[in-house]
């Protein structure tokens, strides 16, 4: 299997950057632009290129990518100075190559830096409900594996895929290309210890997706947090992003809103200690924000054991 090993992380705040599997260099602070309402997503990406952000998340399913391609040229920041990923789409597994050819010219552009597989279910796009009886995610990655080198992509990697799916894939005669990244839920009440070692082990980066833990998160009423925050003087979004940099995974917090995005970018020059950073991943209750019961029947994609 083709990986250059372990990824690595240098700088601090904004200026994270990890090293992954393949040589690559990806910023490890992005905007995420899931759930963005139509119109909202353009500007969006706009002000945070235009803040300093270089790293931005989309996918075929948020139905944004025209916008997000608006906003990056509307930015002015040359497209070799972003990184740019996105994501194949469930009911599009067995159509890798229409896939990235839908994502690229939506997107108005000739590459992605990073595509990954949204979800480890090929679902039957004749039959939402139902699950390609003859197609699994190893055969998508198997397609997917083509597109590297053909200029189109420069990394892939898959999303939503827990320790059982990451062996299966690892193991499967087909890979011969270990995942770059794996973008997954992560934040305090959903930490995933198990899953983020699993990962590093192989040589996998974790990118954080929901790493605030989404819209009205009870991580915000969380007084712990806001205790650790007014002492730092901090906002509570701004430290669980902090420990989710320094604990070794990407960022990409959501939001539309011009002064969140950047509060969100204000991370330099202030660190969180080792005691601050156990406080965080030592908070008490678990919950998810993205489940798996509305993929189709008999698909199980989170076994609740990545703790």
Not at 246 to 265: A, D, H, L, Y
Request: glycine residues 8%.
């Amino acid at each position: 299997m083709s990986s250059t090993g372990k990824v690595s992380q240098e700088g601090k705040g904004t200026k994270t950057v990890f090293t992954l599997n393949t040589g690559d260099k990806m910023p490890g602070v992005g905007l995420g632009t899931w759930q963005s309402k139509p119109n909202e997503v353009r500007e969006a990406v706009k002000n945070a290129l235009q803040m300093g952000y270089r790293h931005i998340d989309t996918a075929l399913a948020y139905g944004n990518e025209a916008e997000v391609g608006d906003g990056i040229k509307d930015s002015g920041v040359p497209r070799n100075e972003i990184w740019l990923t996105t994501k194949l789409d469930n009911p599009w597994h067995k159509r890798v190559p229409e896939g990235i050819a839908s994502s690229l010219k939506d997107l108005k552009t000739d590459y992605v830096d990073l595509y990954l597989m949204h979800w480890p279910s090929s679902t039957d796009p004749d039959d939402l409900k139902k699950h390609y009886p003859d197609w699994t995610f190893t055969d998508t990655w198997r397609e997917m594996q083509k597109l590297v080198g053909t200029g189109k992509v420069r990394n892939i990697g898959v999303s939503n895929f827990e320790q059982e799916n990451l062996e299966k894939l690892l193991s499967h005669p087909d890979t011969k290309i270990v995942p770059a990244v794996n973008q997954i839920e992560l934040h305090p009440n959903h930490p995933s210890f198990k899953l983020i070692k699993f990962n590093e082990s192989k040589g996998i980066h974790s990118t954080a997706y929901s790493c605030l833990g989404s819209t009205d998160s009870p991580l915000y009423k969380d007084k712990t947090l806001a205790q650790l925050a007014e002492k730092k003087g901090k906002t509570i979004q701004q430290c669980m992003l902090q420990w989710g940099l320094q604990r070794g995974t990407s960022v990409i917090p959501k939001s539309v809103t011009k002064s969140r995005i950047e509060g969100n970018f204000q991370l330099d020059g202030w660190e969180l200690t080792e005691d601050e950073m156990n406080t965080i991943s030592s908070l008490e209750g678990r919950f998810k924000v993205c489940g798996d019961a509305w993929l189709p029947e008999g698909v199980k994609v989170f076994f609740g054991n990545d703790e």
